[in-house]
C-alpha cells in the first residue's frame, strides 16, 4: 500500500473570495472532499468553500493509488 500524499499548503484564503483548488503531491490523487471515511474519490482537486465566514477547522482529504491500484490511506488537509 503506498503512503499518503503530502499536502502543499496553499496560499492565503479570505472569506469572500474565489475557492482555490488545494494541492497535493503524488500518483494518481484521489480527493474525497470532506469525507474522511466512505465515498468515492475523484481526480478533481477540492476547492475550499469561500462563502461562509471560517467559524472552524474543515479538513478535506486525498490519498493517491499506486500502478497496481492499491490505494493509501486518507491524508487530512
Do not use: H, M
Amino acid at each position: 500500500v503506498p503512503g499518503k500524499p503530502t499536502f502543499i499548503p496553499p496560499a492565503d484564503v479570505c472569506e469572500g473570495t474565489t475557492g482555490r483548488p488545494l494541492s497535493a503531491s503524488g500518483v494518481n490523487l484521489l480527493w474525497y472532499g470532506t469525507s474522511e471515511t466512505g465515498g468515492t474519490g475523484t481526480a478533481q482537486a477540492s476547492v475550499v468553500n469561500t462563502s461562509a465566514p471560517f467559524v472552524k477547522t474543515t479538513n478535506y482529504y486525498v490519498s493517491q493509488t499506486n500502478a497496481e491500484g492499491c490505494e493509501s490511506d486518507r491524508a487530512a488537509i
